[in-house]
């Protein structure tokens, strides 16, 4: 999580100095060619300049909801935002391991799930030796949880 907050901090750092340095740079520029009305660099820059008014107001709007998030809050015995998950495939027949993490740090080539997405949201509140009937595009999926580890587990572990 704090890993996220730092990205998302680095991201809005980024967009302010464009914001407040490179923008208003480039308008003056694009000014200097004469007529606004046609003046495709000005209507570019304008437009970035929108683009990132909205993308900061975005991540801002972000970090107040990461920062937010209340640790104690999650549970300690069952799935939650940040549980490494082992989970039998029932069709399948194989172990698969998932972390549950927020949208942004969703990646599924690491096995990072989104709680938000449809395992995600099938595996939360659930306890080992629960199973986990999720719809999938192409039906049905059961993941029995065969072992968790906690956000709690997991900080305990790296102290």
Request: net charge negative; hydrophobic share 40%.
């Amino acid at each position: 999580m704090e890993e996220l907050k730092k990205k998302l901090l680095e991201e809005i750092a980024a967009l302010e100095y464009e914001l407040r340095n490179e923008l208003p740079k480039e308008i003056l520029r694009a000014r200097a060619y004469g007529d606004l009305s046609e003046n495709a660099e000005y209507h570019a820059a304008k437009e970035r300049q929108s683009f990132v008014n909205a993308r900061l107001a975005q991540l801002r709007r972000r970090l107040a909801e990461l920062s937010m998030v209340d640790l104690s809050r999650i549970p300690r015995d069952r799935v939650g935002l940040g549980s490494e998950v082992v989970v039998l495939d029932r069709h399948k027949g194989e172990e698969i391991t998932y972390k549950l993490v927020a949208s942004e740090e969703a990646d599924a080539a690491k096995g990072w799930i989104s709680t938000t997405s449809p395992i995600g949201r099938g595996l939360l509140g659930k306890e080992v030796g629960d199973v986990a009937r999720i719809q999938i595009p192409g039906g049905w999926r059961e993941l029995e949880i065969l072992a968790l580890r906690t956000i709690h587990d997991l900080a305990e572990a790296e102290n």
